[in-house]
C-alpha cells in the first residue's frame, strides 16, 4: 500500500521542499512512503507511467501556480487508466478557490493550507478507514514544535547537485493584498537551536548553497543573526570551501546590529531578495503595503555601499492604481540606488488574495490561466502592459543576466525607464521575439542600437567588447546602477565564492 509523494518542479534544481515536510511527518507510514519529483515539460504519459510503476494506493501531489496545468493533465490520466489510485492535491493553488478548479473536480480529496499533520491523517483514513466523507479538508496548523524537520531527506545527490530550501520561520505579519502570505497574518519561528543543528548537519553532508524561503527573514534581529553567525563562522573556517546563502528582506528594517552582521560577509556569499514593489505611497495604501519608502532606499543604498550582499530587488507593474509614469519613476529611483538586479515582475492574481477587492473599481483583467498575470488596468491598456511584459523580458536577458554590465550603463543614461522601453520597443520590432535571442545576436543589436542612439560605431564595439572580454576572463564589468564603494566595514574581500550562481558570479567577476 504505497504512498507515492509527487510533483512537478520548475526546474530539476528546485527540490521541493513542501514534499520533503510531507514525508518528514508521515509518522507510521513514512515507510512506505515515496518521493517522486518531476519537471514540468515532462511528457504526461511518462509521468503515469513512472507513477504507476510504484503500484501506489494514494498519490499526492504538490500543487502551485506553475505546475497545475500540468498537474491537471497528470491527475486526468491517472484517474482514467487507475481509477483505483486515490489522488490527494495540496499546495497553495489548491488552497482556495477550491470550488472553482478542474484539478480539484478530478481528484479525490484536498488538503488545504498546511498539510504536515493533516495529510497524514487523511492517508490513514483513506487506507484504513473510516472513509473520509468530505473532500476538501483544512489542513490543520500544528505547534511548530511538533512538525518534524525534513532535511534529513535531501539525498546526497540533492545535495550536491540541487538547491537546497530551508526556511526558519513560515509565514508574514504584512499583509500586502497581491501576496498569499498576507493570509497568514503573522510568522511562526521554528526552534533556532533545533532549526540550526539541522542546518550544521546539511554543512557537514556537503551542502553549500542555501536559499531561505522565509519571507520576511529580518523580522527578529536577533535570530537573523544567529543564522547569518552560522554562515560566518562557516565561511572563517573553511574560506576555500565557502557557503553562500540567500534571504528574502523586508526592506524599512534593517537596525545597525543587522547591519553589522551583514557588512562581514564577503563577496559571493550572501544575496538578499529584497521587495519594494512600488513607490508609489498611493498605491502601497491601496494594497495594504506598509513600507516607509525613506527607509527602504536609504537601507538599498547602505546595501549597495557597505556590503558585498548581492541584491535582487523586486518591482510590480499593473498594481492597482499605478499608471506607467508613476511606475517608471519607482524604477528609476530604484536604477538609482543600485542593485545588482531589478526583478520586474507583472502582477499576478493567486487564488485566494485580496486584491480581488480591486478588480471592479480599478478596472483589473486577468488572464483567466496561471499565473492569472494582469492583462489591463484602467491606467494601463492591454497593448501597453504587453510591451511592459516584454521590457521585463529583455531587461532579464540584457541587464539582470550580467552579459551586458557596460553597455547597460549607456543603454540607461539619464532616464533609465523610458530608455530601456524605447530599446525594448525596437527590439521586438526587428526580432518579433522575447526568446530564444542568442547572445551573440543580442550583442549585435544592443550594438546597432548603440549606433543608432548617436554613439560612434568604434565606441560601441569597444563597449559590448569590454563587457564580452570581462567574463572570458572571468572579470566584471562594472554594475552600472550599482556604483558601490568598497565598505570599510567589511573584510578583506576573497574572490567570489564558487558556490554562487552563475548569475551572480557575473555580477561579481569584476
Ligand atoms: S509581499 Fe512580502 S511582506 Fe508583503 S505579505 Fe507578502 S511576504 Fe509579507
Redesign the pocket.
Known sequence: MTILLATLNARYAHASLGLRYLLANMGTLKEQTALMEFVIGAKTTDVVERLLARAPSIVGFGVYIWNVEETARVVAMLKRVAPQVTVVLGGPEVSYETGQQEIVRLADYVVTGWGDVTFPKLCGEILHGPKPLMKVHAGVQPPMADIALPYSLYSDDDIAHRTIYVEASRG?????E?????L?KTAWPFGLDTFLAEMEDLYRRGARLYKFVD??FNLNVKTSQRIMQFFLDKLAAAPGDPVYAHF?L?PDHLPEALKETIARFPPGALQFEI?I?SFNPEVQALVS?RQDNVKAAANIRWLTEHSHAHLHVDLIAGLPGEDVDSFARGFDQLVALGPHEIQFGILKRLRGTPIIRHTEPYGMVYDPYPPYTVLATDRIDFSTMQRLVRFARYWDLVANSGRFAHTVEAILGEAPFANFMALSDWLYTRTDATHRIALERLAKLVQEWLQLRGMAPQAAAELLASDYAGQQNGQRADKPAAKASEPASAPAAPTAAPAAPARQARHLAA
Open positions: 508574514c505579519p504584512f499583509k500586502c497581491f501576496c498569499l502570505s498576507s497568514d519571507r520576511t528574502e523586508v521587495g514593489q503595503r
